[in-house]
């Protein structure tokens, strides 16, 4: 068997188990496919310092993210990034094959060597909310749900982190779905209207980093694959725009001290499926430092 390509320094990655002390306030995750190798890093620093926030919501890969911080997993979602990115019933033709699009969702969600089973128990607990963020293909609008909601949440993450033209959309109740970045990248205006007095925002862009936006009003030959849902079609134009729009909201409210961001302190030169193993092993520990260098102000925003 061929051997598959991870990161050299792996078993030197933080693990462990968070505690059960939960922290109140709502962090809010960005997607951004492997960018979110960041997240991890982040997500450990703050189990690390038992920051366990009462609610978490994710978008695309913030909520697979999501899943493993709230089972208190330290390392388990860096590990399945740096081990696995290279076998393709994680990401490519085994995982097309079987899960309709290039993330296999049944293997991450399975049992994997060397990779703890996933908490199922510390997941269901209802003491931590837990939200991902899915985009209607008919309404063309994001939806909110919750873990303990009914739905198979497994699916439902599946939904928010299927990628749009490389995917066919998630059928849910009858309903079509895929990822939440298509219509809200960063739910941070939810945890607004859910009137958390602390919201953390974890970034995948640096802070001053804005999404080019082209003046065209047609379909691209892309895009045209989704002309029976024109609302859909209509949010994957306007997908830069808003997203642009929400860091210049991010950036009026970090200033107001209303929300604490965590965001790359340096240029980010990730595509969206990396295959550098190094280059993400980097970008984990980017996220790790990112986090404890600002873990003083952080705990003095959640404690104010």
Known sequence: MKKLRKYTGIDELPQGRASEEVTKGCLVLEGGAFRGVYTNG???ALMEENI???????????????????????????????????????????AIMKNQGIIGFDFIFGRMPFIPDLDKKRL???DRKLYAV???????KPEYIEKNSGEDFFKVVAASSS???VSKPVMIHGQPYLDGGCSCKIPYEWALQQEFEHIVVVRTRPRNYRKPVKSESKFTPKQWLYRNYP????????????????????RKLEYQQRIFVIAPSQGIEISRLEGNME????????????AKRCMNELKAYLNH
Request: net charge positive; proline share 2%.
């Open 134 to 140: 899915v985009t209607n293909l008919k309404t063309g």
């Open 163 to 165: 990628m749009p033209f």
């Open 124 to 126: 269901r607990n209802p």
């Open 231 to 250: 609302k859909f079609s209509a949010a994957l134009l306007a997908s830069n725009e808003n997203y642009n729009h929400q860091c210049e909201e991010l």
């Open 279 to 290: 280059k993400l092993g980097a970008l984990y520990y980017l996220g790790y430092q990112d």
């Open 52 to 94: 366990n926030l009462q609610c978490t919501i994710g978008v695309s890969a913030g909520s697979l993210n999501a899943v493993n911080y709230i089972t208190g997993q330290i390392g388990r979602s860096a590990r399945i990034n740096l081990r696995y990115r290279h076998d393709s019933r994680y990401v490519g033709g085994k």
């Open 42 to 44: 982040v997500l450990d």
